[in-house]
């Protein structure tokens, strides 16, 4: 039987992608679409494109070739008439850079998401520093990054990232039932990388 611990991880609904699955998804307007509905919930092509800054159509066309792949479903209690209403499928996408090495497409889609979870970061660090100034000392002093540098072999260094990964869905775990009765409480989006140092520093 499950513990509780297994029993509370299933229910952070999780997709290991595949070939299919990276291919599709290796799109920034899929990508930001997927994170819209893990972030709001579900919502119409026409709410999304409003959130998105994009058109009507273009939006449903996404939606329909991710749900061809199982990364959205629609949500049949909420759509009326014509109007349909979609859901992701998951709330964590998961995925080793390794298994993708036998198809170079899969590899080159795999490589562009990788960049564009960068190029968030850059975004998301640029807003930062463009508003801090108007968010209370408690929260300049929680937000921001940091660094450590150390010599890990690859095993040790999959260690890592999971139990630092373990700690962070715990608290992601813990923090939804206290968000809406907490008013200090925001919305927080924590980055995980782990990259070699640069060589002239090895």
Known sequence: MANDEDAQRAALREVRIDKRQVRVLAHPLR???VGALRVKGPA???TLAELLGTNTGATSYHLRQLAEVGLVIEDPDRGTGRQRWWQAAHDVTNWEPSDFD???DARAAIEWIQGDQVRLLVET??????TQHEWS?????GFGMGDI???IPPA??????AEVWQVLERYHREAQPDAPTDPEARPVQVFLAAYPLREGLR
């Not at 000392?137 to 002093?141: G, L, N, S």
């Open 102 to 104: 036998d198809d170079p």
């Open 149 to 151: 540098f150390m010599t």
């Open 44 to 46: 119409t092509a026409t």
């Open 125 to 130: 660090a640029d807003r930062w520093f463009a």
């Open 31 to 33: 990508m930001r679409l």
């Open 156 to 161: 040790r260094l999959e260690e890592l990232k």
């Open 137 to 141: 000392p408690a929260w300049r002093d």
